[in-house]
């Protein structure tokens, strides 16, 4: 693990400021858990992706923290592959994606109970537009 993950799981329970590069960052590392599991295993990515029924492409995007999967996902690799190290790693990781949701919330928040100047509603639609919710 990463000392940006770490620092960021570490973190008092107030809300701390999470970048977005530490989340990518935890994304990957939980990706590369995975990946050592399955090859200490010995399961292809297509065995796997059979096993917990989604497609080899997936495996592989979530192997490298491009794709982001649910806790499903990470509770089937690992009874498929025997560990628990995968869903102990999506737990780090999904801590720090509330951590970031519940910020960009706040923020969200405090735009709104400002005053309108002319640029508030900019700053809004990106921070919704990062948040993930479609306009």
């Known amino acids: 693990m990463t000392l940006s993950v770490v620092a960021a799981l570490a973190a008092p329970q107030r809300l701390e400021a999470v970048p977005l590069e530490v989340v990518a960052d935890s994304r990957r590392v939980s990706g590369r858990a995975l990946a050592e599991s399955r090859r200490s295993a010995g399961v292809t990515q297509e065995r796997l992706a059979l096993l917990v029924r989604r497609s080899r492409s997936s495996i592989a995007n979530i192997e490298v923290g491009r794709q982001v ?7 089937a690799c690992d009874v498929a592959l025997g560990c628990e ?12 994606l509330r951590r970031l949701r519940e910020q960009k919330e706040a923020q969200i928040r405090q735009l709104l109970a400002q005053p309108p100047p002319g640029c508030v509603c900019r700053e809004l639609h990106r921070l919704l537009a990062e948040s993930g919710w479609s306009s």
């Not at 999967?69 to 509770?75: K, L, Q, S, Y």
């Not at 190290?85 to 720090?96: M, N, V």
């Open 69 to 75: 999967a649910p806790r499903e996902f990470w509770m």
């Open 85 to 96: 190290s995968a869903l102990a790693a999506w737990g780090r990781t999904d801590a720090l």
